[in-house]
Structure formats: C-alpha cells, structure tokens
C-alpha cells in the first residue's frame, strides 16, 4: 500500500488510532507506520495515535485530539471559559473531564491535561463541529461549575475577581439551567462559591 492510499483514507480524520488503521487497512504492516513517520507525514501522539503532519495546528483541532486520547472526555475548565470568551487569555494546555484517573499528555501536538469527576457529574457537554471536526465540550453552564467545583482554593469575591470573568460573556447565560445543574452536584462548598460569585457578577452588572 502506499502512502498516498493511506492518507486517502485516514485524513478526514486528521487523527487516528491504531485500531483505525486496521479497520479501515486490515492486514497492513505496521513498520508503514514507522516508515512514515520518520518521513514526517505523521506523528505519533501516544502508543495508539497518531496525526497527520500537514494538518494546520489549532484550538479545533487540539480539542478533538482531547477527545480522542482519553475516552470519555469534554473539553471544559479553562480551555471551555477560552473558547466561549468569559476569559480573556487563551490556555496553555487542553483542559478536559473525564471519569478516569487524573491524566497528562505530553505529545508533539501540544499537552493534554484531564481532572477526575464523578461519574454522576458526567453531564452538560455538547458535541459540536468546528471546521469540520467534531468536539465533545461542556456547555457554558457546565463549563463554569466545572471549574469552581474543581477549584476549592476560590474562597472570595477577590479570588473570583482574579479568574477575570468576562461580564458580556456571562450575560447570555441560562441560569435556570445552571441551577438545575448545581442542585446535580449536590455539594455544599460549591453552593457557596456560586454564591458568591452571583453576588461578585450583580456588583459588576451593576457599575
């Protein structure tokens, strides 16, 4: 087989696993896959994916290699606050949930970085497509919760104030569905960091 034949069939993926090769390349050797990747068409991210070299790296893409390296995923946490605008920097690295142990990807595409959440709290993601790939990511609501409920050092309106929450981006928020997913997490000290947070956001709305 060659190359041409392979990236034919793999690229609309941009990344691939193992067993995607020998689903759609039943019997293929997989020193092809070295050879390759010695000739740069591809990289290999972890054991068992790879990506196409040639493939424009971006945010849309390094989240779908979040959602790919670890199963099950969303992205959230500060790279959901980036990518819905209610911070003003963007992220160093992937943030995503998983219901798996706490993990880290170092990979030639970028680091990948995943917090532990109960299963129950699995919930309040979306699967969008965002040039063409598709991406589990937490719902603006979910997205907010995630990252209060996973940052207990957040005691005041001054350690809010230094998360440096867009007023705009919350403005457009369904706060009747973040109530209802709060009463989910059923935990107390979340109750009072969104307490205070909703009265740090009515101080800003209203200046």
Same mark, same amino acid.
């Given at each position: 087989?060659?190359?041409l034949?392979? &990236?034919?069939?793999?690229?609309?993926? @941009?990344?691939?696993?193992?067993?995607?090769?020998?689903?759609?390349?039943?019997?293929l050797?997989?020193?092809? /896959?070295?050879e390759?990747?010695?000739?740069?068409?591809?990289?290999?991210? *972890?054991? &068992?994916?790879?990506?196409?070299?040639?493939?424009?790296?971006n945010?849309? /893409?390094? !989240? &779908?290699?979040?959602?790919c390296?670890?199963k099950p995923?969303?992205i959230s946490?500060e790279? %959901?606050?980036?990518?819905?605008?209610?911070?003003?920097?963007s992220?160093?690295?992937?943030?995503?949930?998983?219901?798996?142990?706490?993990?880290?990807?170092?990979?030639?595409?970028?680091?990948?970085?995943? &917090? *532990?959440?109960?299963?129950?709290?699995?919930?309040?993601?979306?699967? /969008? @497509?965002?040039?063409?790939?598709?991406?589990?990511? %937490?719902?603006?609501?979910? %997205?907010? /919760?995630?990252y209060? !409920?996973?940052?207990?050092?957040?005691?005041?309106?001054?350690?809010? %104030?230094?998360?440096?929450?867009?007023?705009?981006?919350t403005?457009?928020?369904?706060?009747?569905?973040?109530? @209802?997913y709060?009463a989910?997490?059923?935990?107390?000290?979340?109750?009072?960091?969104?307490?205070?947070?909703?009265?740090?956001?009515?101080?800003?709305?209203?200046?």
């Amino acid at each position: 087989m060659s190359y041409l034949q392979f &990236r034919e069939g793999l690229l609309p993926f @941009h990344v691939f696993s193992i067993k995607d090769v020998q689903k759609r390349f039943p019997g293929l050797d997989t020193r092809r /896959l070295v050879e390759w990747q010695k000739k740069e068409y591809i990289s290999k991210l *972890t054991n &068992r994916w790879y990506l196409f070299t040639e493939i424009e790296k971006n945010e849309p /893409l390094l !989240y &779908r290699i979040s959602n790919c390296l670890c199963k099950p995923s969303y992205i959230s946490l500060e790279s %959901a606050l980036s990518y819905y605008n209610l911070i003003p920097e963007s992220v160093y690295s992937i943030q995503a949930i998983t219901t798996k142990k706490t993990l880290l990807y170092e990979t030639p595409a970028g680091t990948f970085n995943y &917090r *532990t959440i109960k299963p129950s709290l699995f919930f309040g993601y979306q699967a /969008l @497509h965002i040039n063409e790939l598709p991406v589990l990511i %937490a719902e603006k609501e979910k %997205a907010i /919760l995630d990252y209060f !409920y996973l940052n207990p050092r957040i005691k005041d309106e001054k350690d809010i %104030a230094a998360v440096r929450l867009s007023k705009t981006g919350t403005e457009d928020m369904d706060w009747n569905k973040f109530s @209802h997913y709060l009463a989910v997490f059923d935990n107390k000290a979340l109750n009072r960091r969104i307490e205070i947070l909703k009265s740090f956001l009515s101080g800003v709305n209203s200046k």
